[in-house]
């Protein structure tokens, strides 16, 4: 995250230009023995939608984790100091709910907070899933439509790898009808002069 | 640094003293203040455009490649036009999925911390109702509840994904069309 912004949000933008998005792309084109050109490109596309893929489930979490600190987080905390408040919560709830042990104090402030609003850390998580139902649904038509983009570049890709083999078979097959017809006119030529 | 609702209402107020642009290149510039992505535009659509194809040079030498594999030159250039605008929808899905800068947020306070400012703010001998003053207030503390909720911030960068994806489903629907051979 830039250090321009004051909200620690859990991911940076431009992922273009992130080392982490050029290695996943570099893994995918090796995967595919390092195509060039079009192929290449259409890679390159195949690659962002499972990069995609990953940031939104990624990201889907964080929201549900945001959204549980906003829970905690009192009606009556207003300014930069709820802020750090509600992005403390963030990182707690979020090592929390990963499963990494937390500091005694981390610890103590979690549990005071989700005391006072009557909860432990599945029934906030739950009622974090529930408020945000309209949010995730959202989100799982954007995974939803990578998947899709997927496979509709692998349907291109295998179009233009194939492309000269069903070219040189559709020609054939012309050849072929062509033959036939050649054929049938010369056969029936010879009948006219039969008859 | 989150921008005062002083200088948010001053910035206003000096913005409808202006104008607006004077000179041809000024009038040109504004003209595209509202284009967000252009992925929209109809030269898109209609044929491949020469600026554009600028930015992505290496599209060029595909329609070469195509057409050495057999692709006639007609269905070549609809292919490249394709991939060009799938590459433009993904470039618009990186620059769309950012964090909202702080300078694009109100400072955080409740309803009668706004109001009670609103009263201090301004002419005296300006004729503001107290129902107008109320009015701004609600609207202002809305923006200050929205600019102030860290889940919905986060949910902006996945809106402005999902703005995008009738465009998204378009190009690689398109792209999977034009790269069918066809004799």
């Known amino acids: 995250m830039a250090d321009h912004k004051e909200i620690n949000l859990p991911q940076s933008a431009s992922y273009s230009n992130l080392p982490e998005y050029q290695d996943h792309v570099n893994q995918i084109l090796s995967s595919y023995d390092l195509p060039e050109g079009v192929l290449g490109e259409l890679v390159r596309q195949m690659a962002d939608a499972m990069w995609w893929v990953k940031i939104y489930q990624k990201d889907k979490d964080h929201l549900i984790v945001m959204k549980m600190a906003m829970l905690v987080k009192s009606r009556s905390d207003v300014g930069m100091d709820a802020e750090e408040k509600a992005l403390r919560f963030f990182d707690c709830l979020l090592h929390a709910w990963s499963g990494q042990e937390l500091e005694p104090e981390d610890q103590a402030f ?8 009557g909860h432990n850390l599945a029934s906030l998580r739950a009622d974090a899933v529930r408020r945000s139902v309209k949010e995730l649904e959202v989100i799982d038509r954007l995974i939803e439509r990578q998947f899709k983009n997927m496979r509709l570049l692998m349907q291109s890709y295998e179009s233009v790898r194939f492309a000269p083999q069903l070219l040189k078979k559709m020609d054939l097959q012309i050849k072929q009808l ?3 017809i050649e054929k049938n006119i010369e056969d029936q030529r010879r009948e006219v002069s039969r008859q | 640094m989150k921008i005062s609702v002083e200088k948010l209402v001053a910035n206003r107020a000096n913005a409808q003293k202006s104008s607006g642009p004077q000179t041809k290149a000024g009038k040109l510039r504004s003209a595209k203040n509202a284009l967000k992505h252009g992925l929209g535009a109809q030269s898109l659509n209609s044929s491949v455009n020469p600026t554009l194809l600028s930015h992505f040079p290496e599209l060029e030498s595909y329609q070469q490649e195509l057409i050495s594999l057999g692709y006639s030159d007609a269905q ?13 929808v993904t470039e618009a899905k990186h620059s769309a999925y950012t964090d909202r800068l702080n300078d694009e947020r109100l400072a955080d306070m409740t309803l009668e911390g706004m109001t009670s400012l609103l009263r201090e703010f301004g002419d005296p001998a300006a004729t503001v109702t107290p129902t107008e003053r109320a009015r701004v207030a609600a609207l202002l503390f809305k923006q200050v509840q929205k600019d ?3 889940s919905g911030l986060l949910f902006e960068k996945f809106e402005a994904h999902r703005k995008l994806m009738r465009y998204e489903q378009r190009a690689f629907n398109q792209l ?4 069918q051979v066809k004799k």
């Not at chain 1, 979690?110 to 609003?117: H, Y």
């Open chain 2, 176 to 179: 999977c069309k034009k790269s």
């Open chain 1, 110 to 117: 979690l549990d005071s907070a989700m005391r006072s609003k």
């Open chain 2, 148 to 150: 102030n909720n860290l």
């Open chain 2, 76 to 88: 070549s250039q609809e292919m490249v036009e394709a991939l060009l605008t799938a590459r433009q």
């Open chain 1, 178 to 180: 062509e033959q036939g």
